[in-house]
């Protein structure tokens, strides 16, 4: 059973609004970590942000926050002031289903992010 | 900054080929992992390793061996390739949880 959902296929936003990326996961756990990767065209997985669980506090990065709803098991990304080089797939993933990592991460199946200049 | 090198960027084999896709990392981590990415279906996990010489199935191993023989390598291997093995395959590693450090994938196409 997938255990991270990314129900949005594709966005679009105009450039310099903001927009958020949406992600479930599902777990029993009460110890994971959370990630959003991003892979732009050249096919490069590089690590936009990082949600310890145990911290209740949501990440930020410059113009990438997440949204942390743990009870929820939601994950939501926001990415403010678009630009274009933010356009690319972005991955939600989780460590929920392998033994604190080591097992690697679960990804969800992507969200195609288009920027309109 | 960690470097994860795989050899190809673009692969064309035959069907019934044996295929080797190798991984290597140059930052002494102990998890190395292959993944496989598909359009809409995201990365899926393959096989991955704790040490040299040891290795466990991922969530679709069917097809697929690996071999570590040395601590900075991790290799696919493609017994007999089969065009639904046609794919983007990612190798990753990690010193612990948290990151994974990814390469910068190969396009197999298995005419």
């Known amino acids: 059973a997938q255990t991270v959902t990314q129900s949005q296929p594709e966005m679009s936003v105009q450039e310099a609004e903001t927009v958020t990326l949406s992600c479930t996961y599902d777990?029993?756990?009460?110890?994971?970590?959370l990630f959003w990767y991003k892979q732009p065209p050249s096919r490069q997985m590089i690590l936009v942000i990082r949600?310890?669980?145990?911290?209740?506090q949501n990440a930020t990065e410059n113009r990438f926050s997440v949204n942390f709803q743990k009870a929820a098991k939601s994950f939501s990304l926001k990415i403010s002031d678009s630009q274009l080089g933010d356009a690319a797939m972005y991955f939600c993933a989780s460590d929920v289903n392998s033994g604190g990592g080591a097992d690697g991460l679960t990804f969800g199946k992507g969200t195609h992010l288009i920027i309109q200049p | 900054d960690v470097k994860v090198t795989q050899s190809s960027r673009y692969l064309v084999k035959r069907t019934g080929e044996k295929v080797f896709l190798e991984c290597v990392q140059d930052?002494?981590?102990?998890?190395m992992f292959w993944y496989r990415q598909d359009p809409g279906l995201g990365l899926r996990l393959i096989y991955f390793?704790?040490?040299?010489?040891?290795?466990e199935k991922g969530d679709i191993p069917e097809g697929y061996s690996v071999s570590r023989e040395k601590k900075e390598r991790f290799s696919l291997i493609l017994e007999s390739a089969s065009t639904n093995q046609t794919s983007m395959y990612l190798c990753?590693?990690?010193?612990?949880?948290?990151?994974?450090?990814f390469g910068s994938g190969t396009q197999l196409s298995v005419l």
């Open positions: 777990t029993s756990e009460s110890d994971y970590y």
């Open positions: 390793s704790y040490d040299v010489k040891m290795k």
């Open positions: 990753a590693s990690t010193p612990r949880r948290g990151k994974l450090f």
């Open positions: 949600q310890e669980a145990y911290k209740q």
């Open positions: 930052m002494d981590h102990e998890n």
